[in-house]
């Protein structure tokens, strides 16, 4: 693709929401080619492309590489209102809208993420919630009382899925100590090791 070559020129944010608008605006691309797309516009996304291939979420079921858009696009809603709620979002988690390096606040940027995550894209692949992720076996016991709450059959949570799942697809190097996390850093870790050892 030949977008993949350019540089960023354009202020980040502006790219962030022309990524978001295409994406949302092609529902008919396939997963692979809006995930190129999203993290090709701007390389500081190829970081979020590389750690989502080393993360659970690398994949769907039946093994298609999963897209930026299956989780970040709300299936309900036109690209324009995802353009206000992105810029809303996002404008602050930037630190640099203009200049280069261009540097990116993830630790900022995961708030305003977490909120605006759809649980109706999580939940179209998590149909069962009293089911683990394999949909295999029955959820652990924290996990079905977590939901219970979410479902409002016993308390109640007031999180989205994204504000109690943290780190299902991307992971800073700054959440990378944390136990719950140890796994998917390993990955990464190996990875990382492998481009670095050629
Ligand atoms: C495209 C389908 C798809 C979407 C969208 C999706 N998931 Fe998943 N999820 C999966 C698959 C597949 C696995 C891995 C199952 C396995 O272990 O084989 C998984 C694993 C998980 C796990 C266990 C592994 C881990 O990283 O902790 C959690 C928790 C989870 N998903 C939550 C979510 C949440 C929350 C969202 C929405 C932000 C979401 N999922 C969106 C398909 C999806
Ligand atoms: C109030 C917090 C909370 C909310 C909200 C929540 N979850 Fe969970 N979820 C948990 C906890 C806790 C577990 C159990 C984790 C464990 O056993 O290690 C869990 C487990 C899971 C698992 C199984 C993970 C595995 O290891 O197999 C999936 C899948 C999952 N949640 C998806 C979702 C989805 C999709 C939503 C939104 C519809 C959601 N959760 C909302 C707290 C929450
Ligand atoms: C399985 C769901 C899922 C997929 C697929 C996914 N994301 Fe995310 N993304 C999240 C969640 C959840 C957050 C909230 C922060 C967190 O907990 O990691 C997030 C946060 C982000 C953030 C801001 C926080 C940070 O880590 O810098 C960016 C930027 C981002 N995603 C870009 C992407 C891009 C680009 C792709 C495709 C290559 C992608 N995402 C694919 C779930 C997903």
């Keep these: 693709m030949a977008e993949q070559k350019k540089t960023c ?20 691309m396939s997963a692979t080619s809006s995930m190129s797309f999203c993290s090709s516009v701007c390389h500081e996304m190829g970081v979020h492309r590389e750690e989502l291939r080393s993360s659970a979420h690398a994949r769907d079921k039946d093994g298609k590489e999963t897209g930026c858009a ?12 995802m353009a206000v709620k992105i810029y809303s979002g996002i404008k602050d988690g930037f630190v ?32 069962d919630l009293h089911r683990d992720a394999k949909g295999e076996k029955e959820i652990s016991d924290i996990g079905g009382i977590s939901h219970d709450a979410y479902l409002g059959k016993n308390g109640q949570a007031k999180s989205n ?22 796994d998917f850093a ?5 990875k990382e090791a492998l481009r670095n050892a050629k």
């Design 96 to 127: 640099h809208l203009t200049g280069s390096p261009v540097n990116l606040d993830r630790a900022a940027l995961q708030i305003s993420a977490r909120r605006f995550i759809d649980d109706d894209n999580c939940r179209g692949c998590h149909a």
């Design 70 to 81: 299956q989780c970040h696009i709300p299936s309900g809603f036109g690209p324009r209102y």
């Design 186 to 190: 390993e990955r990464i870790r190996n």
């Design 161 to 182: 899925c994204a504000g109690c799942h943290a780190n299902i697809a991307h992971l800073p190097e700054f959440d990378r100590r944390l136990e719950v996390n140890r």
């Design 9 to 28: 020129g354009l202020p980040i944010l502006l790219a962030g929401i022309l990524a978001v608008l295409i994406c949302g605006a092609y529902p008919l």
